[in-house]
């Protein structure tokens, strides 16, 4: 349930805020996980692609946002979460729905609807483009109310024609989101992560080579890094997942990740940089 009550002033307040505005890491998402009591399932993540705190309310949404990071790395310049249609009225004008039934009954101020991901994409021109997606667990597309709400959202970005589609949970590999959800905080690695970053290059070269064939489990390889180099225990798997989530390593992310498995029926491949930045496959397992 929202914290604040909805009203002019709230609506004000979150304009001048700056919510809904912005790209990249200028953006602000028009909720946050303080505007709402938690359920204990809302999370903040900081994204790969803008630097910044994203703010998910569900496990659904916050797994589609893993997938968008992994799986569009390429694609996808910018994601924007609760993006808001403050101009949905204005934009729909004359409407055969009676949009005054979403308007708060105390105050009679309009209700804002948003969408849960906005995402921009550019191609190698640098031409952007937009995609919609409102995600929702499938059982509430089930309640008129929703598919109501989601009709005039359809319509809306129909009029400023972007693609704007409906994503659940049926949509959502969760393993995938998981394995993605492990490796995620490791992509850029800093000295407060346990390793020095000027012995990063080194010890990846070791670790890479150390995998290769070996039919040694995963966890055994990473835990002779730590040994052998007097590393903080555990900074041989933090490479590990730093070398997975920028695809140097590569496995099977439709299947849980075991570490206990020999390294040899783990990696499928080890991609090398190359030295004009690109990524070709080295070693396959």
Not at 56 to 71: G, K, N, P, Q, V
Not at 120 to 134: E, F
Not at 209 to 229: H, I, M, P
């Amino acid at each position: 349930m929202p914290r604040a009550k909805w009203n002019d002033q709230t609506l004000k307040r979150y304009i001048r805020e700056g919510r809904g505005q912005g790209e990249l890491d200028q953006y602000r998402p028009w909720l946050t996980t303080q505007d709402y009591a938690s359920n204990g399932r809302s999370s903040r993540i900081k994204g790969w692609k803008t630097g910044r705190i994203h703010y998910f309310l569900s496990d659904i949404e916050t797994r589609y946002f893993y997938l968008l990071e992994f799986d569009g790395d390429t694609a996808i310049w910018d994601i924007r979460e609760h993006y808001p249609t403050v101009d949905l009225e204005v934009t729909l004008g004359d409407c055969d729905i009676e949009l005054n039934k979403y308007r708060d009954k105390e105050s009679g101020t309009q209700f804002v609807f948003t969408t849960t991901f906005l995402l921009t994409l550019k191609d190698t021109d640098g031409k952007k483009r937009y995609i919609a997606r409102n995600v929702k667990v499938a059982a509430e597309l089930e309640k008129p109310k929703v598919l109501e709400r989601f009709e005039l959202t359809r319509r809306y970005f129909a009029e400023k024609q972007i693609d704007w589609g409906i994503v659940t949970e049926h949509d959502i590999n969760v393993t995938r989101a998981k394995n993605i959800e492990w490796v995620h905080s490791a992509k850029n690695l800093d000295d407060d992560g346990g390793l020095s970053v000027k012995d990063v290059p080194r010890l990846k070269g070791i670790l890479l080579g150390w995998l290769d064939g070996t039919r040694k489990s995963v966890r055994d390889v990473t835990n002779a890094l730590d040994s052998q180099f007097n590393l903080e225990p555990g900074s041989g798997l933090l490479l590990l997942r730093h070398l997975i989530a920028n695809k140097q390593v590569l496995v099977d992310m439709n299947t849980r990740i075991d570490l206990g498995k020999p390294a040899k029926e783990v990696i499928r491949g080890i991609a090398v940089i190359q030295s004009d930045g690109g990524v070709r496959n080295a070693v396959d397992g």
